[in-house]
């Protein structure tokens, strides 16, 4: 029964005081949150830390959930601000190659010689992302990993759902850019979707 409630009906109930039902929103997120926050710190442990620093903030802050709230809105606004945060307390992340839990599902599907070809595609992908301005790499983890509509991501942003397409077609013109300085293998996908938005 409570699997088929809402995101936004169980929020509400922890508001209400049955802080219980955090843990199936824990579920429900956790993973959505984790691959926000690896794809912005290329740090598997940092990114473990900051999921459940935005759920202890989730029972912190439950009071000013609101009652025509939008969870998933709500939860990457919780998300960006820790962040900000661990940004300004560590200034900086160093990159880190962290590619084991790839190569381990590319290894059992492919040929060696395709397994070589998408670990270095990945490889040189995660860099470019790394080489991104954080407002870049954020409006690409939002729109393309985490898959929210322009228009939420609009209003997590405070600006206009065309700002959001422009912010977008920007951030992934860079992104190639970025990517064939590192001289990378070819990879058409990226230039594809680049050029169509």
Same mark, same amino acid.
Request: proline letters at 1%; charged letters at 30%; glycine letters at 6%.
């Given at each position: 029964?409570?699997? /088929?409630?809402?995101?936004?009906?169980?929020?509400?109930? %922890?508001?209400?005081?049955?802080?219980?039902?955090?843990?199936?929103?824990? +579920?429900?997120?956790?993973?959505?949150?984790?691959?926000?926050?690896?794809?912005?710190?290329?740090?598997?442990?940092?990114?473990?830390?900051? %999921?459940?620093? %935005? @759920?202890?903030?989730?029972?912190?802050?439950?009071?000013?959930y609101s009652?025509?709230?939008?969870?998933?809105?709500?939860? @990457?606004?919780?998300?960006?601000?820790?962040?900000?945060? +661990?940004?300004?307390?560590?200034?900086?992340?160093?990159?880190?190659?962290?590619?084991?839990?790839?190569?381990? +599902?590319?290894?059992?599907?492919?040929?060696?010689?395709? @397994?070589?070809q998408k670990?270095?595609?990945?490889?040189?992908? /995660?860099?470019?992302?790394?080489?991104?301005?954080?407002?870049?790499?954020?409006?690409?983890?939002?729109?393309? @990993?985490?898959?929210?509509?322009?228009?939420? %991501?609009?209003?997590?942003?405070?600006?206009?759902?065309?700002?959001?397409?422009?912010?977008?077609?920007?951030?992934?013109?860079?992104?190639?850019?970025?990517?064939?300085?590192?001289?990378?293998?070819?990879?058409?996908?990226?230039?594809?979707?680049?050029?169509?938005?």
């Amino acid at each position: 029964m409570l699997n /088929s409630l809402d995101d936004h009906a169980i929020m509400l109930k %922890v508001k209400a005081g049955d802080v219980e039902k955090l843990g199936l929103l824990y +579920h429900r997120y956790s993973r959505r949150l984790f691959g926000f926050f690896y794809r912005m710190t290329s740090d598997s442990a940092t990114s473990e830390d900051l %999921v459940q620093n %935005v @759920f202890m903030r989730m029972l912190k802050y439950k009071h000013s959930y609101s009652e025509r709230g939008n969870f998933e809105a709500w939860t @990457f606004h919780m998300a960006r601000n820790v962040h900000k945060d +661990h940004l300004r307390k560590n200034k900086r992340y160093t990159w880190q190659e962290d590619m084991s839990g790839w190569e381990a +599902h590319l290894k059992h599907n492919d040929t060696q010689e395709a @397994f070589h070809q998408k670990t270095d595609e990945l490889e040189y992908l /995660s860099r470019a992302m790394q080489a991104l301005s954080e407002d870049k790499r954020e409006i690409l983890e939002l729109t393309r @990993f985490q898959k929210m509509k322009y228009e939420k %991501v609009g209003d997590l942003l405070g600006i206009t759902e065309s700002a959001v397409k422009v912010r977008v077609h920007r951030a992934l013109k860079a992104l190639k850019e970025n990517y064939l300085k590192l001289d990378g293998p070819a990879l058409g996908s990226m230039s594809n979707q680049a050029g169509a938005d």
